[in-house]
């Protein structure tokens, strides 16, 4: 017994360091391990810290842009011409639904969906990414809004968003005007800023809202949110917001734009009112107008093509973009260029028998009245619209003299007007015809030129804006519509800086005077082609006008009866007032309105009544 | 023969035995002391981890109790008692491995649990224990280092276990179990020609492994371990953004409750078995150094308790739950800081959940057992 004690006691000390011993190598093993890990957490916390911390910020933040809110625009007495209204709209997003045609079967029944709608859902649906949302329904009205609350929930991926969407409360009255925005397209991705775009949908298309872009537009905003691991936005981090576009306040008078498209009644043309003052431009309408609205959120192509294919084209901004021949119009401007050159003077008579020959020459320049005038001055011809006086005046001035004349009043090219889409008009030269037609230049073409026919071209806009030069004596304000801006932090409209005026040379001061009363006369003159407007209450200087647009051959005459509408002559007017101290010009053209004095004027007339005596 | 010696009369007063309360309850203060400090640890971790739920917390806190209680009952239990009970135990675990099993085919994939009714139990966790008690009864039976044939059998009596849980399949608990059984042969005197033989047969194994005994979700874990840019969005997902959390937890962490990996959900299984990362991420470095300056007292403890044992199955155990409970921390810290291989191991006493915390404290119950019943022997 006392011995197996001693064997096992010695066993016992044998396997206590055998233990032991393995006690210590599994202490080494455990540091050794431990050793390991820390290393290894050393590399990640330490010396890739910087790194693993880029990781989980990429991972956490993302950056989102807050798009500003567009710029107001007003009319001279503050009326609102363009807005931002909330309206809501119906968002699907396809990567979130299942089965996208069950979805709109569905939504169809809570809402209507019309087939321009699906359509533009369709053709927005290839344009962007599976996870942006996309417009199925727009501007809900607040009984949709509340029907399609309570049943959204059946339908994931569809959402009801409310969004700024721009409005023009005047609709067609300040189309050609403000313009619209739309949604950006393709092409205009490739120019713009394309950051200082990123959350804004919108981009001026058209007008001012296309020209002032970059003032209504105003500054992106930029949001650091954090996101969890499925993108949903925790917190906002850091928010640099937006900054409003700047409010536009505008030199247009809403009122008179509508009172002149009234007038119009069911005729179509344009007509432009400029105060000779400064340039500001008071109205510049085309008749018919257009519903600016519809462009907003996306016009569907039956109503575009309705728009596109109407014989009245609405969409065409005749005031900007209507190049027609400035007929008589032109006359006062040619007299006063005789008048300068010296080639003519006040009392110079010219026998107008109702047809003017080219010396040599068998063909006959006619007069628009077949008698004829008879003997006539430059008074008398201005007054009367005697076409005889002119063929010889511009016979005798030359192409060259008239077109360096007309050129100062700025025939010919654009006035730099701040409304997007001008036209230049086209005041022919022999350069330009040689360039432009491969051909010479024909006396008998300066004779038409004489009475602003043939090649010259010119637009209402640039017709008001010559005769504003006219009635501030040769000084030439550009045009321009829109006066101040207003940013947020401004506490008043600031005004832009106006356009330096430019101050036509005069060789004798008196010649203005003289065509400033025979222009006078053509109202208030017993023979006076516009003597139907006369007006008591303050005196108007102005001139007729007819654009051919079809020519009459030879030996044959006009007969309007004759001649579908279509093709009926274009009245023109031109005129400016008071006469004494003019604060408004005018140019109206009636497509097809035959006759400046009967059709024209009154428009002219209706127009100065409103902004002169306050007509309503 | 071994409870002949136990029985020969030596005195019953040891002076080296600590007197007192926590005595008298069979209770190690300093294991104790190391563990409450972990575990508190723990939960002020999982609060942050578990987006400040106080829900959770509670829970947990309801397991701990419950834990310690069990290591409290363990701790009662004479390791005489404990070697009495070992093969019943082991015995025990076999056939309810067998009983998941079984049951395991009539459901589908893995099968763990056994539904008991009021609760849920898991066998794997009983084997945790059963095996190296079992193994440490069978060694203890002869003088050590074993023989040959007592190794092979030894190893059989490992193998059984550990092959029927990975059936199931449960790679980190086979994993658990084989180290646990593993750790008694090495602590019994395996001999060192063995083990570098092992290591040698282990290779070609593993290829043999490789090929036809993983399952294609294990495969993929090795590869993605291998390479976690494989498949960044499924599988890489979890290391990828776990090492994120620690990377960016620099040497200070971003602060308590300020983690951004874990708070925005980038961070995958942030109460369980990744709550390292988050501990990481926001205690940083030095939070680290902490929590394994715990660990390491814990386990050093365990170990001077081993050594301090005074009988060969006391020792044999001891030294191999400790060991055991290395083997938990370092798979658990290296899988979530990319240097192992993604086996679902939990944190120790940390890691939200309520299976692997009784067992573990269980163990420690059987440490203290273990330290708090010596007597005196001659030295």
Redesign the interface.
Known sequence: MALL?KI??K?HL???R???D??VV??IL?LL??S???L???N???V??D???T??QD??VKVQPLPPTRGLIYDRNGTILAQNLPTYSLEVTPERVEDMEKTLAGIGRIVEISDSDRRRFERLRKQKRRFDSIPIRIRLDPDEVARLAVSRHRFPGVEIQAKLLRDYPLGPVTAHVIGYVGRINQEELKTIDTSAYSGTSHIGKNGVEKTYEEMLHGKVGLQQV?????GRV?RVLQSQPPEPGRDLYLSLDAGLQAAAMEAFGDYTGGAVAIDPRNGQVLALVSQPGYDPNLFVEGISPKEYRALQQSEEKPLFNRALRGQYPPGSTVKPFIGLGGLETGVTDITRKTFCPGFFRLPGRKHKYRDWKKAGHGLVNLSDAITQSCDVYYYDLANRMGVDRLHAFLSRFGFGRRTGIDVAGERPGLLPSREWKRRARKQPWYPGETLIMGIGQGYFLSTPLQLAHATAVLAAGGIDHPPRVVQATLGSGDPAPVPLPPPQPVVLEKSLPGNWDDVVDAMVQVIEGRRGTARRIRDERYRIAGKTGTAQVFTVKQDEEYDADKISRKNRDHALFIAFAPVEDPRIAVAVIVENGEHGGSTAAPIAKRIMDYYLMGDR | MNQAYQRSGLPESNPTRASGLLADLHLDLPLLTGLILLCGFGLVVLYSASGQDMGQIQRQLIRLALAFLVMFLVAQIPPVQLRRLAPWLYGLGILLLLAVMIVGQVGKGAQRWLDLGLFRFQPSELTKLAVPMMIAWFLAEKSLPPTWKRLATAGIMILVPVLLIAKQPDLGTSLLVASAGIFVLFLAGLSWRFIVGMVLVAIPSGWVLWEWGMREYQRNRVLTFLDPERDPLGTGYHIIQSKIAIGSGGIYGKGWLNGTQSHLEFLPERTTDFIFAVLSEEFGFVGILLLLALYLFIIFRGLYIASHAQDTFSRLLAGALTLVFFVYLFVNTGMVSGILPVVGVPLPLISYGGTSLVTIMAGFGILMSIHTHRKLLPT
Do not use: C, K, M, Y
Not at chain 1, 226 to 230: D, G, H
């Open positions: 004690t096992r006691l066993d044998r396997e206590t055998l233990f032991r393995r006690v599994a202490v455990v391990l431990v390991g890990l820390i290894r957490l050393i990640l916390q330490i890739n810290h790194h693993f911390t990781l989980s991972n956490r954090e996101v969890n691991a499925l925790i």
